[in-house]
């Protein structure tokens, strides 16, 4: 692809705190019009990558522009282009829900009165229009989340950062901003976000990368990452009476029907391309397990697979 | 680099000035009562045992010497708990620095903002001393603008000690040991020149007193060659610490 229409290229992205590694050499791009998302366990360097590219922290070492800009160079002209949402929300409180908007329209130098004809098109847009005069203290957590991507669109940008956009929001809060994120999507604006929620990244993403410990170990759209790493179908067997010798009769009884497996303190996990394929064969053979699940691989299994399942923070 | 935008410092000044307006009547309202207090508490009520200090009366001697404080407290005030809180708990400045702003545009716009107060509140407890009767001269006019220095001055410093400052529970110790002193030591309630001679050099080294010196000299116009130096003295310090709470506010948000 075209290296000038590129929204986000990088190349050997490093970011160092002294020793500390936040992020190792990453390199991606970013295409026009998608919605690209980057995943991963706490600490992975999702959020210093997202500053990277905000121009908030300069890079260690690499490459990095933005919109066909240099970050190191002209961060001021990238930003006036961008649209973020910050991890943690900034609103200001000494402001109403309006006022955030109107002022913060004058930070990208937009006269007063657009500023107010766009804050009230997006206090609409993010079904907030009634709560205009409000406090930001008496907001629900979602609602702020939306103020939030309202404030991000006001310089109506080419290309909008979302850091754990839905984190902390209840199911009815994710779905309304996932269906807002999916509408900007539709009207083109180039969209990169992080999260810990595979079903954000499935719902929102084209594509994503998963990140652990500050490097990139796999790219891919999401469902060829779920086929390419775990296969289809995913098989979970539960209480058997001791796992000493289970894993080794069931592995033997399944041989190639499963990809792959993991044994876990309490169960076996088959990946398969032929999950009931694989049951049958498990209870031809006589294997008793109390419970076995049969369900479709998901982004969860990648992620798991990929980046461990051992706690991280 | 240091490089900040003006246009970038003047939005966020804007956005204080915009909160600022709203609670603008109130705060100028205290902002009346806080000098009467002090006139009546110092002027008539320790005036009643010192009838004059360096020829003048007590109360004229208090007031031209007080109305520094107000630029001083104005511009304290804004740039350490205001600013920290902003910068700390709402992360104002996370936000802000989203956008064209830069972090240098930030901390320019709260000092500008912070000595906006100086002049907002030295000017009203100047009013306040008018009523009194102990302004004597027009050259008190010049009082704002020597406000708007003093204002730079006390925002540069205290923005320094804002962008080191690990915990909010610090702040007493910065008026505990830099304020206070400054206000108690600085020729506002005695005159200088009776203190030991020690002390007397060690008080030239505060900045308060050099305001103090200037706006008595504007107030009662009397004004000579030597309050050049203290001019100066204002001049250049807030010059050369100008660039430290950026730098030091970059490191702490920026990095």
Redesign the interface.
């Known amino acids: 692809m075209d290296l000038s229409r590129r929204v986000v290229n990088a190349h050997g992205l490093v970011k160092r705190?002294g020793t500390l590694v936040a992020v190792d050499g990453i390199s991606f791009a970013v295409r026009p019009g998608e919605c690209f998302g980057f995943l991963g366990p706490n600490g992975a360097g999702k959020t210093t990558t997202m500053k990277m590219i905000?121009c908030?922290?300069?890079p260690t070492d690499g490459q990095l522009s933005v919109l066909g800009m240099d970050v190191r160079a002209q961060?001021?002209?990238i930003?006036?282009r961008?649209g973020?949402v910050?991890q943690?929300?900034?609103?200001?409180?000494?402001?109403s829900v309006r006022?955030n908007l109107v002022?913060?329209a004058?930070?990208?130098?937009l006269p007063w009165q657009v500023a107010r004809r766009r804050a009230d098109a997006l206090l609409e847009f993010v079904a907030l229009a009634d709560r205009a005069k409000d406090k930001v203290e008496q907001l629900s957590g979602g609602m702020r989340r939306r103020l939030m991507v309202a404030r991000a669109l006001l310089?109506e940008p080419d290309l909008l950062l979302l850091d754990e956009p839905t984190t902390g929001l209840d199911p009815q809060a994710r779905q309304l901003t996932w269906e807002k994120l999916r509408q900007l999507k539709r009207t083109g604006v180039t969209q990169i976000l992080t999260t810990q929620y595979m079903e954000e990244a499935a719902a929102l993403c084209d594509r994503i990368v998963i990140m652990d410990q500050g490097r990139i170990v796999a790219e891919g759209a999401p469902a060829d990452l779920v086929r390419q790493h775990v296969g289809r179908d995913v098989v979970e067997l539960r209480g058997f009476e001791s796992l000493d010798e289970a894993p080794a009769r069931v592995l033997g009884a399944v041989g190639d029907l499963a990809d792959s497996h993991e044994v876990l303190s309490d169960q076996i996990i088959l990946y398969t391309q032929d999950g009931e394929g694989l049951l049958r064969r498990i209870s031809e053979r006589g294997l008793v397990a109390e419970a076995a699940t049969l369900r479709r691989a998901t982004l969860e299994d990648v992620f798991l697979k990929l980046t461990g399942r051992s706690l991280r923070d | 680099m240091l490089l900040f935008?003006p246009?970038?410092a003047y939005?966020?000044w804007?956005?204080n000035a915009?909160?600022f307006r709203r609670i603008f009547p109130e705060s100028i309202a205290v902002n009346f009562l806080e000098p009467v207090i002090y006139l009546l508490a110092m002027g008539f009520g320790l005036g009643a045992y010192l009838t004059t200090v360096g020829g003048l009366p007590y109360l004229t001697f208090v007031a031209t010497g007080l109305v520094a404080t107000a630029a001083m407290f104005g511009a304290t005030f804004e740039c350490t708990y205001n600013a920290y809180v902003q910068m700390y708990y709402?992360?104002?400045y996370?936000?802000?620095?989203?956008?064209?702003?830069?972090i240098e545009d930030v901390v320019v716009g709260e000092i500008l903002w912070g000595a906006t107060r100086s002049v907002l509140y030295g000017t009203v407890f100047l009013i306040v001393i008018a009523l009194f009767g102990t302004v004597r001269s027009p050259l008190a006019l010049l009082i704002p603008p020597l406000f708007f220095l003093s204002g730079l001055m006390f925002s540069v410093i205290a923005m320094t000690f804002t962008a080191v400052n690990p915990n909010i529970d610090f702040f007493p110790f910065y008026f505990a040991l830099f304020v206070t002193p400054m206000f108690m030591f600085s020729g506002i309630f005695f005159p200088l020149d009776a203190l030991p001679a020690w002390v007397t050099t060690a008080t030239w080294f505060t900045p308060l007193s050099h305001v103090v010196r200037l706006s008595r000299a504007l107030t009662l116009g009397a004004l000579e060659m030597r309050h050049v130096s203290d001019l100066v003295w204002m001049l250049v310090v807030t010059v050369a610490m100008f660039p430290l709470p950026i730098l030091l506010m970059r490191r702490r948000l920026?990095?």
């Not at chain 1, 943690?88 to 402001?95: E, F, H, Q």
């Not at chain 1, 004058?106 to 130098?109: K, L, N, P, S, V």
């Open positions: 705190y905000y908030v922290l300069p961060g001021r002209a930003k006036a961008l973020v910050t943690d929300n900034t609103l200001d409180t000494a402001l006022e002022i913060f004058r930070y990208f130098d310089p | 935008s246009k970038g939005r966020f804007q956005r915009f909160i709402e992360k104002v996370d936000g802000a620095i989203t956008t064209p702003l830069g920026v990095r």
